[in-house]
T-cell receptor, first 115, second 115 residues
Framework: DGGITQSPKYLFRKEGQNVTLSCEQNLNHDAMYWYRQDPGQGLRLIYYSQIVNDFQKGDIAEGYSVSREKKESFPLTVTSAQKNPTAFYLC??????????????FGPGTRLTVL | AQSVAQPEDQVNVAEGNPLTVKCTYSVSGNPYLFWYVQYPNRGLQFLLKYITGDNLVKGSYGFEAEFNKSQTSFHLKKPSALVSDSALYFCAVRDIYSSASKIIFGSGTRLSIRP
């Protein structure tokens, strides 16, 4: 059963703590993405990666960090520097095919709440 | 700058009636456009995309979208709405300045189908 998994589904964090959100895909996709979703604001891109050991900042990267040590995995760390981390976080992946414009496939999301 | 706009925060339709969810875009060059749907507390699901070819694109769950270059629009349509179509719908455009399959999302339109 191919797809993208995110864990945990719900996460609670105390202020000042770092927390890592997991994202795994078995679609053999080269590109992976992290988005943040807030009510009424749509999706905003945090980081993305096109290849192992390489990643680029998106529109709202401050206070977040990522790694891409394996093709299947793209964990996101929300650091204590992120001033308003309570949000719904979505991971996505897509194939990178020369000349094609491929849709992104999304995981089920992680809802992070800072207490 | 590239962007998509969804002018309606909410669309209300009676079951069995046709529905339209509006999207307009602003891009340089040829647009590559997508529609996604999000059910509560879930990730986004791909519905359809326009890359080139016929202006009427058919997608999942009976949805279709009409590309109109002169009006820079890509409205989502369905001939007969179902209560189960109630969800949050996002229009998106590919970011042509990115080498990855980055896409830019609209702010979303909440579709409510009443029985």
């Amino acid at each position: 059963d191919g797809g993208i998994t995110q864990s945990p589904k719900y996460l609670f964090r105390k202020e000042g703590q770092n927390v890592t959100l997991s994202c795994e895909q078995n679609l053999n996709h080269d590109a992976m993405y992290w988005y943040r979703q807030d009510p009424g604001q749509g999706l905003r891109l945090i980081y993305y990666s096109q290849i192992v050991n390489d990643f680029q900042k998106g529109d709202i990267a401050e206070g977040y960090s990522v790694s891409r040590e394996k093709k299947e995995s793209f964990p996101l760390t929300v650091t204590s520097a992120q001033k308003n981390p309570t949000a719904f976080y979505l991971c996505a992946s897509s194939a990178l095919t020369s000349g094609a414009y491929n849709e992104q496939f999304f995981g089920p999301g992680t809802r992070l709440t800072v207490l | 700058a590239q962007s998509v706009a969804q002018p309606e925060d909410q669309v209300n339709v009676a079951e069995g009636n046709p529905l339209t969810v509006k999207c307009t875009y602003s891009v340089s060059g040829n647009p590559y456009l997508f529609w996604y749907v999000q059910y509560p507390n879930r990730g986004l699901q791909f519905l359809l995309k326009y890359i080139t070819g016929d202006n009427l694109v058919k997608g999942s769950y009976g949805f279709e979208a009409e590309f109109n270059k002169s009006q820079t629009s890509f409205h989502l349509k369905k001939p007969s709405a179902l209560v189960s179509d109630s969800a949050l719908y996002f229009c998106a455009v590919r970011d042509i300045y990115s080498s990855a399959s980055k896409i830019i999302f609209g702010s979303g339109t909440r579709l409510s189908i009443r029985p």
